[in-house]
């Protein structure tokens, strides 16, 4: 290409070039925004997170072996307050059927098998439950059961079918093992 076809060209299309240079000092001015202001505090900020990190996973490593058996013996003595008693078996069976009742379910059964924990002093209970409503009322169910159950369980499976021709109607079967204080004898 040559000059005067290039003025020609510049000439005729000067709109689009003023445009373009307008663009590009725009990207060149955001650029140097970006490298000269926002970079540095950038890195300043993730330098400052990974310092406070680091110093929290040394926190529990610098304290004392007394700190830390206190503290643990005051996380146990929470645990056991949570576990209820034996006696209150029926009481968690109950808190069941009303959280079920609460989301509109119906909890057609309740299976369970106790095992003993010796080394704990905890008795076991292998519960599987059937319930069946809506999807949308099974996954309140189960979030209730995780969050405002007073008593400590763990949700071991879920399974769920369609009851119906529709899929509104599912059948949740879910396995919890739950733990209680054996009663001294």
Known sequence: ???????????HRKRSFIVIAILFSVAL??????????????????????QLREQEGRGVALQDRETLYRNGLADLAKFREKVYPKSQFARF???????????????????YK????KEVQLLNYALTLSVSGK?????KFIYDLGAGNSNILVIDSIAMSATGATAESVQL??????W???EAQ
């Open 114 to 117: 106790p095992t003993i924990s």
């Open 93 to 111: 069976i109950g808190e069941l059927f009303e959280m079920a009742s609460k989301n509109g379910l119906e909890l057609t059964s309740i299976t």
């Open 29 to 50: 001015a955001l650029q140097l925004f970006i490298k000269q202001s926002q970079s540095p505090k950038v890195e300043k900020l993730q330098a400052e997170s990974l």
């Open 173 to 178: 079967q879910l396995s919890i093992t739950s």
């Open 1 to 11: 290409m040559n000059m005067p076809m290039l003025k020609q060209i510049v000439l």
């Open 180 to 182: 209680f204080k054996m």
């Open 135 to 139: 999807y949308s009322q099974l996954k």
